[in-house]
């Protein structure tokens, strides 16, 4: 007989930027100014990500879409492909991801897909330590997990192969 499992996650939720603490608050700026270089001439969704690493170093990534839809590439991946092609051993600490479409001036909720749940998975393996995640929620919240566990309860590892 087949039995339920049941899973809960737990996320930090804030009613607005200005309740973060200031260092989420400015990585959080940072992703939102980010969103500003964003190509997004297809879907005019702009998402940026900033993350900050252990040494206090911001690197930003925009979505960079294309014609042929399966080679562009979202904020959140090519903010940590930057990181880790200049600095492979240096340790990711938070990451954050904002979105906003075009002609609108406020933010909309930008929760990492997949693809960039199972990098950040990655990330975090290769580092072993959790990596902060700071997003744009629902009607202005700020939502943030501690780690990708949160996001990704049954990640695929080194484990599975």
């Not at 897909?113 to 290769?126: I, L, N, P, S, T």
Request: aromatic share 8%; hydrophobic share 40%; net charge negative.
């Amino acid at each position: 007989m087949a039995k339920t499992i049941q899973l809960n996650i737990s996320l930090q939720a804030y009613g607005s930027i200005e309740e973060l603490p200031a260092a989420e608050r400015h990585l959080l700026e940072e992703a939102r100014r980010a969103t500003e270089k964003a190509y997004a001439p297809y879907s005019n969704f702009y998402v940026g990500a900033a993350l900050l690493t252990a040494d206090g170093e911001i690197i930003r990534g925009t979505n960079q879409e294309n014609a042929a839809y399966p080679s562009g590439l979202c904020a959140e991946r090519t903010a940590l492909f930057a990181a880790g092609a200049n600095n492979p051993d240096l340790q990711v600490k938070m990451l954050a991801v904002t979105a906003r479409r075009k002609g609108e001036a406020h933010y909309t909720a930008a929760n990492p897909c997949g693809a960039c749940r199972q990098v950040m998975a990655e990330y975090e393996d290769k580092q072993k330590s959790p990596i902060r995640i700071i997003m744009e929620g629902q009607n202005g919240e700020i939502w943030v997990a501690e780690g990708i566990n949160v996001l990704l309860p049954f990640r695929f590892s080194k484990e599975n192969l």
